[in-house]
Structures are given as structure tokens and as C-alpha cells.
């Protein structure tokens, strides 16, 4: 009974009127009171009078089980409840099938279980008009009838912990009772992998990158771009993994065991172009950048923010007699990067085989009246070939306003290789008229450039046997610049211990020797034209 008296769960009240009217139904009054000596035969005797039928009460004595009480009897050790027509009711005892029965059928257990979710998560299960927890208490088992259907779904997802789910895979369905029935539902675990970029930005038109999501346990791998384009030049370039993750890939194998946050990092960067004016199409040009050389034009992304460092080719080779060269790089190195930018190496055409170029002052004297002695020294650009030095003689064009300082007009340079610039290693002082404008077009220079030297060639290491005669052959030797003609000067650098063997025709082309102990021998070539002479050596090896 509720507050009031009267009850207010309809499940309890069916339970208790159909208990009720099963009793009434099959409980006798004779089947106890009539039987007691004396009392049962005045109690006869009295219904008698009165033309009543027996009456009927609850009666729990010790027949309880075995001749009336048909509710009574499937109470104990069976539940009582049965699930019929969505309500609640009594089952009672049935005679025909021995079992406890209920409507149209004996009783059945219907389970509901599950696995996969750990204890205490609530997994609550359509059944009919119920939601039981098949979660709790060793499961869901409920007392249905035979010869009726029951209904149920499993709920997928199922929440557990921040970042948990469970998932099952069992379908619904509508069943016709026919016996017991139970069905458990497996559930497998998912966690919520959480990915972002950083800055944010770079997740925008990020193709590759992976979206949060719920994800099985085990091996996964992460994506990212590489580069993700922030337009007109400018774009972020992947650096790393952080969160709950770390790595230096874009892609990147994880193992998910939890809920997981992952952040793609990436720097900004800015496109620096190197290019070039004054050189046609055809010849190649060469930047480096950071200690790296790159054929041009070259660009190349530069995190913003980054000081670049760079430097262009000199001397670029052109056609036989032209090369270009380069008279400025705007804007110079080094280059703090802010934004998106072009450098431009500016180049000159030079059709001489040698120039000076690139002036650089070195001191100034006063002398008489408006006149100063200035001296500089100076670079020479060669386009030709590798050159051993070069001497460089300067003539005023205008002796007026320019004098050559008697003795000092002359600029040495070491050995200067093909296509490059070399500095002077002394300066040159001229006169000038400080009143007048100082005009470097006004100074001539004359080149005598020393020949170059001859190159000994003493043919390709060999292995011999012991006891072998050795010949040695130099004929490959040249003399590029045809000065004079080539003397040969062969001799031992080293021998194997024990050795002492003779060079045969050391001073011609071709020397001989006699291997006469294993190991190594290292032989020497000189030639020379005698202007400059040049020297290699050769290995024998005796076994």
C-alpha cells in the first residue's frame, strides 16, 4: 500500500491479485478445516444449514506444495514474477506441463547479458517496455511464457570513462518463446583520439591530417602534411608530434592504449627566391645557401624569423671568350626572414679573358696643392683558363687628372683558377686631382699571365709478381703550354724492406725495375720544361 492505502506500483498490485485469485481459485475450505476431528464436522454441519459451497482462504499449511496453493507452489524456490502482456503477475502451478505456468505458457527464464564493460558502467537494455541493466548482478534474467514474443536491443555506444566507449555489434530482435533463451552481447573498447595543429592555422587545408575520432586499441598511425600551403609564398612546415604523443615524422606509428591527445606542430615559413639579371638562358649559375650550393634559380622555404646566409657564383663561364660577372646581390647577405622576398644576383657581361674589377681603397696621402696620392688594391676577374699568376701593368688614360706613382703601377696575383676572382696580394698608388671627380674607367691594365706548368702523368698503379721486371710509363705526361719540351726524372720514394733495386732509363718515358722482395714500391715522376716542372707518383705492388 502507498501513502494513501492504496498501491501505487502496478507490477506489485498484479503480482498480488493474480497470487490472490489463483489461491481462490484452487484452495478449498476442506483441504485444512474440514479435516480437523470435531472442528471439520461442526464445520460441515453448519455449511450444511446455511446451503453454502466451501469456502476458500490462503492457506499455507503443511500440504502447501503438494494439493493446493497453486500460486503458493511456484513462489518457492522460483520467482513468482513472470513478464506477461508488459505487466508483472503471479505464476501459478500447472498440472499438464508439471511447471510453473503464466497465460499461454509454463515459465521460461529469458536472459540478457553482456561482456566487454567493465563493472559499474550502466548497460541498459531495451527489453519490451523495460530497461534493465544487464550490467549489474550477474546480468538481466527475467520469467517469461511460453508461446509469447519479447523484444530487446543492446545500446552501442556505451559510455564509460572521458574518452571510453564500448560498442557491440549485436543486432536487435523479436523472439518467440519457446524454451529458455539467452543471448550475451560482446562489447569492444574504444578510445577518443584527439588531433589539432599548432598553430591552428595549419590544420586548415591540412589533407592528410588524421580527424579526432574513436579509434580500436592497438597499432595506429598518425598523419599530417608535410606542408601545408598558407598561400603567396608563405606556408607551415611540420616539425613535430607533442601531447600524448612524440616523434619527428609526419606520419607516425603509435600504439592507442587511452584516450589520446595528439598535436601536429609546425613552423612558419617564408619562400626566399634566388635569381639573377645579366646572364642569358644556357649558362648555368650557382647559389649557396647555408654552406649548401644549389644550381639557380633556386627557391628554397626559410622558417620566419631565420637568418639565412648566401653567396652567388663570381665568375659564370659563357660562350668561348664571354663570361658574366657578379657586381651585386640585393639585398645582401645575411637576410633576416620576415615575409616573402626575391634575391637578385646582378651580373656583367665581361668579354676579356682578364679584368680588374672591385677597387678597394687602401690609403690616402696628401701631396702638393689639390693632389693626393691614393692607393687601392684590386681584384681580377679570369675568364679563361687556370692561370699559376698574373701580373697586371696600369696605364693612365688621362695622364691629366690621373698619374701612375712611378715603380707603383703594377698589381701581382697569385694563382688564379678558370672562372674566378682573386684579390691583388700588393696595391697600386696613383696621382690624382682631389678637386675632380675620380673616374676608374680613365685606368688601362695590361695582363702577363706566366704559363702553365707541365703535368706528370706516370701511368696506373700496378700488382706484379715477385721476381717480375717492372715497367713504368710516363708518356701520358703534357706540356700545356708548349714552352720548351718536357724532361723526365724518374725515382724511388719507398721500398719494401730488403730491397734495393735499380731504375732502368730513369731520365726517359719509360723506366724499368726488377720487383725482387713482396710488398710495396712507390715511384716518383718529375718532368719539367724548364720553365715550371710538375710531379706524381705511382704504386707497385709485389706478391
Known amino acids: 500500500p502507498g501513502p494513501n492505502e492504496f498501491y501505487n506500483d502496478f507490477d506489485a498490485l498484479t503480482v498480488l491479485i493474480s497470487h490472490e485469485t489463483l489461491e481462490a481459485m484452487t484452495d478449498p475450505i476442506d483441504s485444512f478445516a474440514a479435516s480437523v476431528p470435531f472442528i471439520g464436522g461442526i464445520l460441515n454441519a453448519f455449511l450444511d444449514i446455511l446451503d453454502v459451497g466451501p469456502g476458500w482462504y490462503d492457506d499455507n499449511a503443511a500440504d502447501l506444495f503438494t494439493n493446493s496453493e497453486a500460486a503458493d507452489i511456484c513462489e518457492s524456490p522460483r520467482n513468482e514474477e513472470v513478464w506477461l502482456n508488459n505487466s508483472l503477475v503471479a505464476a501459478y502451478w500447472s498440472n499438464a506441463d508439471n511447471d510453473c505456468a503464466a497465460g499461454p505458457g509454463v515459465v521460461r527464464n529469458f536472459s540478457l547479458n553482456q561482456t566487454g564493460v567493465p563493472p559499474g558502467i550502466p548497460v541498459r537494455v531495451a527489453f519490451d517496455s523495460r530497461t534493465p541493466n544487464v550490467n549489474a548482478g550477474g546480468g538481466f534474467t527475467i520469467q517469461v511464457a511460453t508461446n509469447t514474443s519479447h523484444s530487446y536491443s543492446y545500446p552501442s555506444p556505451v559510455a564509460g570513462p572521458t574518452g571510453v566507449r564500448y560498442l557491440t555489434g549485436q543486432p536487435p530482435a523479436t523472439v518467440a518463446v519457446t524454451d529458455t533463451f539467452s543471448v550475451t552481447a560482446p562489447y569492444s573498447t574504444q578510445f577518443f583520439l584527439t588531433v589539432g595543429a599548432n598553430p591552428p592555422a595549419a590544420g586548415i587545408g591540412n589533407l592528410s591530417l588524421t580527424p579526432s575520432d574513436w579509434h580500436a586499441p592497438g597499432p595506429f598511425t598518425l598523419q599530417a602534411d608535410q606542408d601545408v600551403s598558407a598561400g603567396g609564398g608563405i606556408r607551415y612546415d611540420f616539425t613535430s608530434w607533442s601531447g600524448d604523443v612524440s616523434g619527428n615524422t609526419h606520419n607516425l606509428a603509435i600504439n592507442l592504449e587511452s584516450p589520446t591527445t595528439a598535436t601536429a606542430n609546425y613552423a612558419l615559413q617564408d619562400l626566399v627566391t634566388f635569381n639573377e639579371t645579366g646572364?642569358?638562358?644556357?649558362?648555368?649559375?650557382?647559389?649557396?645557401?647555408?654552406?649548401?650550393?644549389?644550381?639557380?634559380?633556386?627557391?628554397?622555404?626559410?622558417?620566419?624569423?631565420?637568418?639565412?646566409?648566401?653567396?652567388?657564383?663570381?665568375?659564370?663561364?659563357?660562350?668561348?671568350?664571354?663570361?658574366?660577372?657578379?657586381?651585386?646581390?640585393?639585398?645582401?647577405?645575411?637576410?633576416?626572414?620576415?615575409?616573402?622576398?626575391?634575391?637578385?644576383?646582378?651580373?656583367?657581361?665581361?668579354?676579356?679573358?682578364?679584368?680588374?674589377?672591385?677597387?678597394?681603397?687602401?690609403?690616402?696621402?696628401?701631396?702638393?696643392?689639390?693632389?693626393?696620392?691614393?692607393?687601392?688594391?684590386?681584384?681580377?676577374?679570369?675568364?679563361?683558363?687556370?692561370?699559376?699568376?698574373?701580373?697586371?701593368?696600369?696605364?693612365?688614360?688621362?695622364?691629366?687628372?690621373?698619374?701612375?706613382?712611378?715603380?707603383?703601377?703594377?698589381?701581382?696575383?697569385?694563382?688564379?683558377?678558370?672562372?674566378s676572382e682573386v684579390t691583388s696580394s700588393n696595391t697600386f698608388t696613383i696621382l690624382t686631382n682631389a678637386s675632380i671627380p675620380f673616374d676608374f674607367s680613365k685606368l688601362s691594365w695590361a695582363f702577363s699571365p706566366a704559363p702553365a706548368p707541365p703535368i706528370a702523368n706516370p701511368g696506373p698503379n700496378q700488382s706484379v709478381a715477385v721476381g717480375s721486371t717492372v715497367t713504368l710509363d710516363g708518356s701520358g705526361s703534357a706540356n700545356p703550354s708548349g714552352i720548351g719540351s718536357l724532361t723526365y726524372n724518374w725515382v724511388f720514394v719507398s721500398r719494401p724492406p730488403g730491397s734495393s733495386p735499380a731504375l732502368r732509363f730513369s731520365t726517359t718515358p719509360s723506366a724499368q725495375f726488377v720487383a725482387n722482395a713482396p710488398g710495396t714500391y712507390v715511384i716518383m715522376l718529375t718532368v719539367s720544361n724548364g720553365m715550371a716542372s710538375n710531379s706524381s707518383t705511382v704504386t707497385v705492388t709485389a706478391f
Open 279 to 419: 646572364i642569358p638562358a644556357g649558362p648555368p649559375w650557382h647559389v649557396m645557401v647555408d654552406g649548401a650550393t644549389h644550381a639557380g634559380p633556386f627557391p628554397d622555404f626559410v622558417n620566419n624569423g631565420a637568418t639565412v646566409h648566401y653567396s652567388y657564383d663570381v665568375v659564370v663561364p659563357g660562350a668561348p671568350g664571354t663570361c658574366y660577372v657578379l657586381g651585386s646581390i640585393t639585398p645582401p647577405s645575411p637576410l633576416t626572414v620576415t615575409a616573402p622576398a626575391t634575391v637578385i644576383g646582378a651580373y656583367s657581361t665581361q668579354t676579356t679573358p682578364q679584368a680588374i674589377l672591385n677597387y678597394q681603397l687602401a690609403g690616402v696621402q696628401p701631396a702638393a696643392g689639390n693632389q693626393s696620392y691614393v692607393t687601392y688594391s684590386a681584384d681580377v676577374v679570369n675568364c679563361g683558363r687556370a692561370l699559376t699568376s698574373v701580373t697586371a701593368t696600369l696605364t693612365s688614360l688621362d695622364p691629366f687628372t690621373v698619374r701612375v706613382v712611378p715603380g707603383q703601377g703594377t698589381l701581382n696575383f697569385a694563382p688564379v683558377p678558370a672562372n
